[in-house]
């Protein structure tokens, strides 16, 4: 009860002061939460994509009737065949088969010997690995990011757990007339330690709830307005929420805060009881040499060099809580920026029709002539991916490897120079220079009842690794990369798999597609619209800029409590000062000007460091990810928002505590 009682007659007593305990905890929860929720829901939308493209089987067999499915019936390790809209599943009952790529492999093929004795001759396998079709993403790219997210959510933690530390810290020194009254009445360590405890966990538990609340509900909003992403073309973003992450994060912040209290106790308990009463505690100890004062060109000039070379600490405290905050958001910021422009940007070939080529038909002439004599086409190219090549196995107990060839030129940049049987291959690839690999044509190496046969030699092409490249393998295939003379003479006898179209104007994107996909109608066709991608992610900016726009009002709030607290302590604890230097002369104007200039030199400072750390920084994101920088008319109204509330960030707490400071003078 006696515990209840001081808890009590602390929250009434000192409500203020745990407010402001209370707001900068929930601030200072809002934006690792905030993140980490991003990061989930990130994840999340990765992982449906993955199995709504997959539906957790291992084949699919498109194109397919229901009189297709007594051919896939009966296939020792796989499932029964599940006929769906115009598809056929299947999938490998042995999760150990399953992560074997070879097994993926030989029954593969064993399914195409199936749809050989099929009449259907549009039938279209695509097989899934283990990890695709149980939603895990193996793609470097979206490992990245969430690497990158875990780095800047640690980050960010970190900063607000000093910040956090630093503020707990100087909350607990307005009570420490209180451990002085607790320990002269005769409660001990334990005991105190035990009130004050309770007290955090009342405010830690509280501000959670809050902060947690008030996070989901927002950013369930703006998924629900602006960034959920379901789009075909793009990496689905979906509202997702870990409840073992968040607390995680909460257990973080708790244990520092938990600690902060154990030592700032600690140290009390080596201090006398009438130096705490008395708020003694803080004392200088030690003497230091002080620097001479130096006459500047007026007395308020001469006060400020004199405040800015003996109590500047405040204010170098506040720096550096402001300086790494805002350097922090003006970095995302423009990181977000520059990731608009890119993923934003006009596509220059919107849009591709695409015909399955495992008929040997592919797009005909007549489908090639109606394309381009489309109303807004401007040009077309023929798209050929040869896909009827596999790669010998070197020896009888291995498999076969399917191949994707590709031509040297479209490396771009890193493209080589290759003689006609030379070629490059990835560096992540099992390959190294040297090897000699042998490929011919699929129908050479399989019989008419789906055996294998020994290919004649005219039928097997042998070449030779030269060059590697940095390229991201395909995984199901090896990508190898021949002459552009090779190339030729490959698609020569290759029908066109697809064609891709550039508009006169991209306003015309839907239109245009609207016509393709009705005349291309066909199970067999395929109309790809990569435009509707940059299209939705233009429209979703305004949902991005929303969320910046959030994360920016909780980091404001976040430094304007703490800035507020400490610059309104450091004027109130300069009063006997001021009062000192008045009654030598001093005017309260030439105070004032001295405390509004020392507190404009680190306002200046504040507004300066988050750009000189920021702007470099995206320089080089530019130059590493090829784009350009736009510094257009709202970056630049953006930044000069930001200088002014950063200014007044600095100066209200200032003049307000000046003006009440001054007044009884």
């Not at 490998?92 to 259907?120: C, P, Q």
């Not at 007026?298 to 905050?325: D, E, H, Q």
């Not at 702007?615 to 350009?628: D, I, N, R």
């Not at 000069?640 to 009440?660: C, N």
């Amino acid at each position: 009860m006696s515990y209840l009682l001081y808890m009590k007659r602390s929250f009434t007593r000192a409500s203020r002061r745990h407010a402001v305990l209370f707001a900068v905890l929930t601030c200072a929860f809002l934006l690792p939460l905030l993140i980490s929720i991003y990061r989930d829901s990130n994840a999340w939308g990765t992982r449906q994509y993955l199995l709504v493209r997959s539906a957790g089987e291992t084949y699919h067999i498109g194109n397919a009737t229901e009189a297709d499915v007594p051919y896939f019936e009966g296939i020792r390790g796989l499932s029964a065949p599940v006929y769906r809209d115009g598809t056929i599943y299947l999938h490998i009952l042995s999760d150990e088969e399953w992560r074997n790529s070879e097994s993926v492999t030989v029954y593969k093929n064993e399914i195409r010997k199936r749809m050989e004795a099929s009449d259907n001759e549009a039938l279209l396998p695509t097989a899934f690995s283990y990890e695709y079709a149980h939603g895990i993403s193996t793609d470097p790219s979206h490992l990245s990011g969430q690497r990158i997210l875990l780095l800047v959510n640690l980050l960010v933690i970190l900063l607000s757990v000093s910040v956090l530390r630093s503020a707990y810290r100087s909350h607990l020194k307005r009570f420490s007339s209180d451990v002085g009254t607790l320990r002269a009445c005769g409660a001990s360590r334990r005991q105190i330690s035990a009130l004050f405890a309770a007290e955090l966990a009342a405010v830690f538990l509280l501000a959670a709830a809050c902060a947690v609340v008030i996070s989901v509900v927002s950013l369930k909003a703006l998924f629900t307005a602006f960034l959920e992403i379901r789009h075909d073309s793009l990496a689905w973003l979906i509202f997702h929420v870990e409840p073992m992450n968040i607390l995680l994060h909460l257990a973080a912040f708790f244990v520092t805060l938990g600690l902060s209290l154990d030592m700032t106790l600690h140290r009390y308990s080596r201090e006398p009881a009438r130096a705490l009463l008395y708020d003694m505690e803080n004392e200088q100890k030690v003497k230091r040499g002080r620097k001479p004062l130096r006459r500047r060109s007026t007395p308020a000039a001469t006060l400020c060099g004199l405040w800015c070379s003996r109590a500047n600490r405040s204010f170098r405290s506040c720096l550096a809580v402001s300086v790494p905050v805002m350097a922090v958001f003006l970095l995302l910021f423009n990181i977000l920026t520059v990731a608009l422009q890119v993923t934003g940007a006009e596509e220059e070939w919107g849009l591709k029709v695409s015909r399955s080529s495992h008929d040997g038909e592919g797009l005909s002439a007549e489908d090639i002539s109606y394309i381009s004599a489309l109303e807004g086409v401007k040009q077309t190219r023929p798209v050929y991916e040869p896909d009827g090549y596999i790669l010998l196995p070197k020896s009888p107990e291995e498999v076969e490897t399917p191949l994707r060839i590709r031509p040297c030129s479209s490396l771009g940049a890193a493209s080589q120079t290759l003689s006609r049987y030379e070629i490059a291959v990835s560096c992540k690839a099992e390959r190294g220079v040297g090897d000699v690999l042998r490929l011919c044509r699929s129908e050479a190496y399989y019989d008419g009842n789906g055996g294998i046969k020994q290919p004649a030699s005219e039928d097997v092409t042998v070449l030779t690794v030269t060059a590697l490249t940095d390229t991201k393998p395909s995984g199901w295939a090896l990508d190898i990369y021949v002459s552009d003379e090779l190339y030729a003479d490959i698609i020569a006898s290759e029908p066109a798999t697809g064609v891709e179209i550039a508009l006169t104007d991209p306003a015309l994107n839907a239109q245009v597609e609207t016509v393709l996909r009705t005349h291309f109608a066909g199970a067999e066709y395929a109309v790809t619209n990569r435009q509707s991608g940059s299209d939705f992610l233009r429209e979703m900016s305004s949902g991005v800029y929303l969320l910046l726009g959030y994360i920016f009002a909780v980091l404001f709030l976040f430094i304007l409590l703490i800035l507020y607290v400490r610059l309104c302590d450091y004027i109130e604890g300069s009063r006997p000062l001021i009062r000192s230097f008045h009654r030598m002369g001093a005017s309260k104007r030439t105070l004032y000007r001295s405390y509004i200039r020392q507190d404009g030199i680190s306002a200046a400072a504040a507004v300066a460091a988050p750009f000189l750390i920021s702007l470099p920084l995206t320089v080089l994101l530019c130059v590493w990810q090829k784009a350009p920088l736009h510094l257009d008319g709202g970056m630049v109204a953006v930044y000069a928002a930001l200088a002014a509330l950063l200014l007044f960030t600095y100066w209200h707490p200032v003049r307000r505590s000046l003006k009440r400071v001054l007044r009884p003078l």
